[in-house]
């Protein structure tokens, strides 16, 4: 019986690329079986709907590009810019400097690569990327930075300032391993990207570049 109601549509004659979807042949063959292992009936196994389902699953979700594309945007537009003034326009060059702090997963490492890549200018500017890499960290009792740590990153920020940089942080992590005073600090304009993954790495790649327009936001707790 359980398997007869997976395989029916949640609303019946509603959505016809749904109900193909589903299978209708396996939702006969579940009731024709009389509870006999979900098998028998004209219909077939339950489960023979699955290879018939794969176009009109498809049409009802669209294609690989498509659904790529769509899952792209939201990370860009789930990212959360700090209100202090982003410190150049967005869609110009910028350093991606080397993540704070090191010792990052290869998946990580490669993404940070490949933001690098996207915003290099050859010609040289002087416009700075901090990439922040909050993994988690198994064994080590802990998850985000150190004291020590942090310490280096504000050091780091302060010293690009002195030399005329114009610094900028991305901070792939949670937003509870942000440090006390950095959300809205003045010498610290932000991106929050919840974690170091390639999909919120290519979400920062396009805030960048102005393809997109962060949209998320903090509970005031978290600030």
């Known amino acids: 019986a359980l398997e007869a109601r997976r395989a029916t549509p949640p609303i019946a004659g509603a959505a016809p690329r749904l109900a193909r979807w589903f299978g209708a042949g396996g939702g006969r063959g579940a009731r024709g079986s009389g509870g006999s292992g979900g098998s028998g009936g004209s219909g077939g196994p339950v489960g023979s709907g699955s290879a018939r389902g794969a176009e009109p699953a498809r049409e009802v979700f669209g294609a690989p590009a498509t659904r790529a594309a769509w899952a792209r945007r ?3 537009e789930a990212l959360v810019v700090a209100p202090t003034p982003w410190p150049w326009r967005l869609g110009s060059a910028c350093e991606v400097l080397a993540p704070s702090p090191s010792g990052a997963g290869p998946e990580a490492r490669e993404a940070i690569h490949a933001l690098r890549r996207a915003t290099v200018d050859p010609t040289g500017t002087r416009h700075a990327l901090v990439p922040v890499l909050a993994e988690v960290r198994a064994f080590e009792g802990r998850y985000g930075l150190g004291d020590d740590e942090l ?6 920020v302060a010293d690009l300032r002195a030399l005329g940089w114009r610094v900028a942080v991305a901070w792939f992590g949670s937003p509870q391993t942000l440090p006390a005073g950095a959300w809205g600090h003045p010498d610290w304009p932000l991106v929050l990207a919840f974690a170091p993954t ?16 962060p949209l998320g936001s903090l509970p005031g707790a978290a600030r």
């Open 74 to 76: 939201l990370a860009g």
């Open 151 to 156: 310490g280096a990153l504000a050091a780091k």
């Open 198 to 213: 390639p999909p919120m790495v290519a979400a920062v790649a396009d805030f960048l570049a102005g393809r997109v327009t």
